[in-house]
Nanobody, 116 residues
């Protein structure tokens, strides 16, 4: 199983970024997927979830209305569109393969820094 995040970087407050997560080694279309993040000096925070077909999405209150999760099952790829970014969104963002108990695989992450 392999998950590789990309798309992070430095962005000014109010800006946008689109994260991608390329996956391999499992049947992507069969699994829910998560985005989680870890801010400097803090614990892991769940950000968003999407069901296997992509028709149902869920968000943490802190990102609702600003972030959009999506997936392309033909490309085995997960996305996170992040708009209206705030300094408190600064974190390493990870995509994770969901299981009933939580998540069993995740990538190495991509750093998002929101700063002027």
């Amino acid at each position: 199983v392999r998950l590789v995040e990309s798309g992070g970087g430095l962005v000014q407050p109010g800006g946008s970024l689109r994260l991608s997560c390329a996956t391999s080694g499992f049947t992507f279309s069969s699994y829910w997927m998560y985005w989680v993040r870890q801010a400097p000096g803090k614990g892991l925070e769940w950000v968003s979830a999407i069901n296997s077909g992509g028709g149902s999405t869920y968000y943490a209150d802190s990102v609702k209305g600003r972030f959009t999760i999506s997936r392309d099952n033909a490309k085995n790829t997960l996305y996170l569109q992040m708009n209206s970014l705030k300094p408190e969104d600064t974190a390493v963002y990870y995509c994770a393969k969901a299981i009933e108990e939580g998540m069993d695989y995740w990538g190495k992450g991509t750093l998002v820094t929101v700063s002027s």
